[in-house]
């Protein structure tokens, strides 16, 4: 456990080539990617400098899956972040990213937990390794946003249209994010 609460550790050689430390051999993008799908944090540094890389080769990460068409910040979003980046000291932009990400990740978590205490299958045998291999799943389909995400298991209607009306209180939330950061610029 010790090992999943420090960050992988990834040097850069001055070949640009990028080395996982924990398993020593040479990991691409994608595999840097895939580990923090996978809910590993990670460390890029330069070997020679020791200067650190990570939000350097983060932000590349996103802007290749941007690139290949797997579009996921809207481009009013992409605008207040240029924007935010010409305004002395960064402006507000990042606490307020932090606090959204924090707040869907809060909000995706204590949906789970209601859906989790009206599962009736929770108490079937082998139920736990089922709910990880959700969690697993949904984590990757999600790039790690709802790290305590499991499925309701099957249940009625009733639930069903909960876990819409959550779902749907959500997007409203995540839309007036998006209002009051299109305001602040």
């Given at each position: 456990m010790a090992d999943e609460e420090k960050p992988l550790l990834?040097?850069?050689?001055a070949s640009r080539?990028?080395?996982n430390t924990e398993t020593s051999d040479y990991v691409t993008l994608e595999d840097i990617a895939g580990f923090i799908r996978a809910g590993r944090e990670v460390q890029i540094v330069d070997l020679k400098t020791g200067d650190d890389l990570t939000r350097q080769y983060l932000l590349q990460?996103?802007?290749?899956?941007?690139?290949?068409?797997?579009?996921?910040l809207p481009v009013n979003v992409l605008n207040d972040l240029v924007r935010s980046y010409m305004v002395p000291g960064g402006g507000m932009?990042?606490?307020?990213?932090?606090?959204?990400?924090d707040m869907l990740r809060d909000s995706q978590s204590?949906?789970?937990e209601n859906m989790n205490a009206?599962?009736?299958?929770?108490?079937?045998?082998?139920?736990?390794?089922l709910k990880a291999q959700q969690e697993a799943f949904i984590r990757a389909m999600t790039g790690g946003l709802g790290s305590t995400w499991s499925a309701p298991g099957k249940e009625g209607d009733g639930a069903k249209g909960e876990q819409g009306e959550d779902l749907d209180d959500i997007k409203k939330q995540l839309a007036e994010l998006q209002r009051k950061l299109?305001?602040?610029?």
């Open positions: 990834i040097k850069r050689y080539r990028l080395y990460i996103i802007a290749e899956h941007e690139s290949r068409g797997e579009n996921v932009m990042p606490q307020f990213l932090q606090s959204s990400f204590k949906l789970m009206m599962n009736p299958m929770a108490q079937m045998p082998g139920f736990e390794a299109s305001k602040l610029s």
